[in-house]
């Protein structure tokens, strides 16, 4: 039940968003069909409701979002070198590091925020397992491998979602 | 801003190249996806040019639904069914 | 001030969507291309829209091209992780260089690296 209330308020959200008026019509339509679709999909919200109210979780993603496009950003540099140097600079092979996170929605940030970050991108994940195709493998020891991939994520995404 | 879009255009065409060329179907198939993420910049940048807000409807859309056709084919690629 | 700011925003998104493709051309093998092409075309096309933003301000424009970008954030790394997963299954080989391979290694199969000519 609050998975769907949490659905409808999300769905109406993003409706107001994209339309971006107050007119009555347009926002009673928007009401009825998200509802409609909190009705059908609300089941399927992988995150717990309860957690969204906590302020400190929207704090930390608040501080997520600028260390996220800096990584981002250096990231786009790295491939650019790659991409401009003569003769091909690449080392690649697929590496297998652990994760101490817990629920689904944390393992999928971070599976995203690692294939946005240098040189690296998720192939699978099992359980608490993830495969990653490394550009430039540095290292042979799986331990030292996880620290520099995973870099600052995994913490401040165990604040945000666990 | 012509030149800008010429950029992108351009860009596309090399993505091209690789889905004419492509060793494997998953590279045709990313490239596609590719140019299909260009395509919706170039649309967002013709919105911003004549003031049209409508035309980003159309580059969310295309946002959207164009990795739609890459995870059918990836569920292919593994043996399952589309249902799974 | 906050005009060139978003002039400069996309000018380098498209400087960086057009090294995303020069990517997806120059490198050797599937895995490779979906890295450069992945991460270049999403930073380049959020840095559009982006600067979308900032030079409409919070108008219909604007607020469009933000929701658009949590669209593009999505979109290439799940493509790009959903297509890598079932190339590997599929026996798509990578490069001849590729130093190592734990994924087959673990599924109890020889690695999919190419043989060297």
Redesign the interface.
């Known amino acids: 039940m609050a998975r769907k209330l949490a659905y409808w308020i999300a769905g109406m959200a993003i409706w107001l968003l994209m339309t971006w008026t107050v007119e009555y019509q347009s926002v009673i339509a928007g009401a009825v069909l998200s509802f409609i679709a909190a009705l059908i999909f609300g089941k399927y919200l992988p995150l717990d409701p309860g957690k969204l109210l906590n302020p400190r979780r929207w704090f930390w993603l608040l501080i997520f979002m600028p260390v996220f496009a800096y990584q981002c950003f250096k990231a786009n540099l790295d491939v650019a070198l790659r991409v401009l140097a003569p003769g091909l600079r690449l080392n690649p092979g697929i590496v297998r590091i652990k994760t101490s996170l817990k629920s689904e929605i944390a393992r999928t940030f971070l599976a995203n925020s690692i294939t946005l970050t240098p040189g690296t991108m998720t192939v699978e994940i099992k359980d608490d397992v993830l495969y990653i195709h490394w550009i430039d493998v540095k290292t042979d020891d799986s331990e030292l491998a996880a620290k520099i991939i995973k870099g600052p994520f995994e913490k401040l995404l165990a604040r945000i979602f666990d | 801003m012509t030149i800008?879009l010429v950029?992108?255009v351009?860009?596309?065409f090399?993505?091209l190249?690789?889905v004419l060329r492509g060793p494997?179907i998953?590279?045709r198939?990313?490239?596609v996806?590719?140019v299909a993420?260009?395509f919706?910049?170039i649309t967002?940048?013709m919105?911003?040019q004549y003031?049209l807000?409508y035309l980003?409807?159309i580059?969310?859309a295309l946002?959207?639904i164009?990795?739609v056709a890459?995870?059918a084919?990836?569920?292919?690629?593994?043996?399952r069914s589309l249902d799974d | 001030m906050i005009d060139s700011l978003g002039w400069v925003f996309i000018i380098g998104g498209v400087v960086f969507n057009m090294l995303g493709c020069l990517g997806l051309v120059r490198f050797p093998d599937l895995y490779n291309r979906m890295q450069a092409a992945t991460k270049s075309v999403t930073l380049g096309t959020c840095g559009i829209l982006f600067g979308i933003f900032l030079l409409s301000g919070f108008s219909a424009l604007g607020i469009k091209a933000l929701v658009c970008i949590l669209f593009v954030l999505i979109n290439l790394p799940v493509a790009s992780h959903a297509l890598s997963r079932g190339s590997l299954i599929f026996g798509i080989k990578m490069w001849h260089k590729t130093v190592k391979d734990d994924f087959s290694k673990d599924r109890g199969e020889k690695p999919a690296i190419e043989e060297d000519e």
């Open positions: 800008l950029i992108l351009l860009g596309a090399f993505c190249y690789r494997s998953s590279d198939v990313i490239a996806d590719i993420v260009i919706s910049s967002a940048l919105a911003l003031k807000a980003l409807d580059s969310i946002a959207v164009s990795f890459t995870l084919l990836s569920k292919y690629l593994q043996g």
